[in-house]
């Protein structure tokens, strides 16, 4: 990913993260004017299993993981928006529901590489937007590793817990995710024209 960010001047964003079997990753990478020299070195390396061109612009990679995301998402953060590549550097955005998993994270993380937290944030209370049944449930199943590759836990365990039923318990988990979705597409619209405040960011330079 250091040699690739050499052909830009500007870092290349990163969408659509997900960890398989905590060894690869895969990520959409917006490579704009330079997709086609991105693609021919990132087939030719070692590190990477496939590349897939999506239009015109953005590429499909799946690669061997640096370590970084599993542990972001192992320790039950979660990636808020995009993140950046910049030669050596990864700059991830990233929303932790407690103190005790963030320092984790920054801990693990410099088992890795050099690490720096880069503005800390009060996360903003969802109460405007769900209920708290909601929060509740999306809370436990979020902490309880619901969201987790492969899975932690299944939703029927996760209502038996709450004592509700399991059919009501993924009806209140729909609308809560639902809401959140909204929410976050109005502020990455919201940040096009605007710079938006963010939660907590992680320079990892690995």
Not at 152 to 178: C, G, N, V, Y
Request: charged letters at 30%; hydrophobic letters at 40%.
């Amino acid at each position: 990913m250091s040699e690739i960010t050499s052909l830009s001047d500007q870092p290349f964003n990163v969408t659509q993260e997900e960890v398989r079997d905590d060894y690869f990753i895969t990520f959409v990478i917006e490579a704009g004017e330079e997709q086609t020299l991105l693609k021919e070195k990132l087939v030719a390396s070692e590190q990477v299993k496939s590349v897939e061109a999506l239009d015109e612009s953005r590429l499909l990679v799946t690669k061997k993981s640096c370590g970084a995301l599993p542990i972001i998402r192992q320790n039950h953060g979660m990636l808020d928006g995009m993140d950046k590549v910049n030669g050596s550097q990864r700059i991830f955005d990233i929303v932790v529901f407690r103190r005790e998993d963030l320092k984790r994270i920054i801990a693990e993380l410099s088992e890795i590489g050099s690490v720096s937290l880069g503005k800390l944030s009060p996360f903003e209370s969802q109460s405007r937007l769900l209920s708290s049944r909601q929060a509740e449930v999306i809370e436990l199943a979020l902490v309880s590793g619901y969201f987790d590759w492969p899975r932690k836990i299944e939703a029927q365990d996760l209502a038996s817990e709450l004592d509700i039923a399991h059919p009501t318990f993924l009806e209140h988990l729909r609308k809560a995710e639902k809401k959140l979705l909204i929410d976050a597409l109005e502020k990455k619209t919201q940040s096009a024209t605007a710079p938006a405040e963010r939660k907590f960011i992680l320079n990892n330079s690995i």
